[in-house]
């Protein structure tokens, strides 16, 4: 298993099981090496964030989306002056009740998609305005998101060992 500092997470809403929150990392803070069981979706606002995914190091810029895949080593800072980013992190057991086994596949870590930071901008609306059924609209953009990633951001390999 991993060595470095177990994240647990808890939630603000228990109908809504994720953690979302808006970060800006300026100069050279680091973040601490930490894992956890959920699967971690970061939305590159401005500036190129760093991250270190177990022993790989990936960049990535505004507009860029990184996974951080179920149970994987990571830290962040900010490769240039500073950085902002949009965090969203989705419970484990949330993914499973919808077939979603973040455990068992592996995300491409790096997604130039820019239909997710359209449903970004809506699950950040209704967290902020809360507007009737938000609670339902929120469920459906975070099983877009998954429906969006287990189809077309499964790594190679990954999709090869599946299909033997």
Request: hydrophobic residues 35%; aromatic residues 14%; negative net charge.
């Amino acid at each position: 298993m991993n060595h470095g500092s177990y994240e647990p997470h808890t939630y603000a809403n228990e109908n809504i099981p994720i953690i979302y929150h808006k970060r800006t990392i300026i100069g050279e803070w680091e973040y601490y090496m930490h894992w956890h069981e959920n699967i971690e979706i970061i939305f590159v606002t401005s500036g190129v964030l760093k991250v270190r995914l177990d022993d790989t190091t990936y960049y990535a810029g505004e507009n860029e989306t990184v996974i951080i895949n179920s149970s994987v080593m990571h830290d962040f800072s900010a490769a240039e002056k500073s950085v902002e980013y949009d965090c969203l992190i989705i419970d484990k057991g949330f993914c499973e009740q919808y077939g979603f086994f973040i455990d068992e596949m592996h995300i491409e870590e790096i997604v130039r998609e820019y239909e997710f930071f359209d449903i970004n901008n809506k699950i950040k609306y209704l967290l902020t305005e809360k507007p009737a059924y938000f609670e339902a609209d929120v469920t459906s953009c975070l099983l877009n998101i998954l429906i969006l990633l287990f189809r077309s951001h499964i790594s190679k390999s990954e999709a090869y060992n599946k299909n033997k």
